[in-house]
């Protein structure tokens, strides 16, 4: 990750940013998934997809969608680094609450300097992972794997670990997994779907607050792995 910079526009960013977390699951992103993730029309989509495969940073696979190359990745892998920092010393130095973060970083991540970067690491003691528990890329490009499902996803009477929340929309959600307890590192045991409710109930394992009912829209932004 020590090449140099390519110059970027914001919105190559972005959209290298969204595309890489979009593939994170899935081998390819559809332009319709693109589109949603950015709330932009179908349309800008297939103009930057064209300019961005010209730039050699994705391949088009045709009737599936897009995939980064490893330039693609790379430059992804900086903006997301960039990101996750800034979110951590917002939050650490600066005292920002940890839903407040994500739209100061996605202005700031597009015109700091990698070496102010790497100076923000430093004083973190190079934190592997931001506040919302999603991993930190390291100067030299490389990001743990992430192989999580959503709390959704688990199956009555489950005990999962929270690793981690989508802290892409609204705070709103934030807010509440805050006050509910549902944060990175606490161990949930689900104890029951509501029937045609869209809801589970869980138990926060260690928590003084008995068991509780997440709705669905919640569930599928807390990333959990299952104690094995």
Do not use: C
């Amino acid at each position: 990750m020590k090449e140099a910079r390519a110059t970027l526009s914001p919105s190559v960013e972005d959209y290298l940013k969204t595309i890489f977390s979009l593939t994170e699951r899935n081998e390819v992103a559809s332009t319709s998934s693109i589109a949603a993730a950015l709330d932009v029309q179908p349309a800008s989509v297939t103009g930057m997809v064209k300019r961005l495969a010209g730039a050699e940073l994705l391949q088009h696979i045709p009737y599936r969608g897009v995939r980064l190359t490893g330039k693609g990745i790379r430059e992804a892998l900086r903006v997301i680094r960039r990101h996750r920092i800034l979110e951590t010393y917002l939050v650490q130095q600066l005292g920002y609450l940890w839903d407040d973060v994500h739209d100061e970083a996605e202005q700031l991540e597009h015109a700091a300097s990698e070496n102010l970067i790497d100076r923000m690491a430093v004083a973190l003691e190079n934190p592997s992972h931001d506040p919302h528990g999603s991993p930190i890329p390291t100067s030299s490009g490389e990001i743990e794997s992430v192989d999580f499902t959503t709390l959704a996803e688990a199956t009555e009477g489950e005990r999962v670990r929270i690793r981690a929340v989508d802290d892409d929309k609204e705070p709103q959600g934030l807010q509440s997994m805050e006050a509910r307890g549902l944060v990175p590192g606490v161990w949930v045991r689900v104890k029951s779907r509501v029937p045609g409710k869209g809801r589970l109930v869980v138990r926060i394992e260690g928590g003084t607050e008995g068991e509780q009912s997440v709705g669905d829209d919640l569930a599928r932004r807390i990333f959990v792995t299952p104690d094995t």
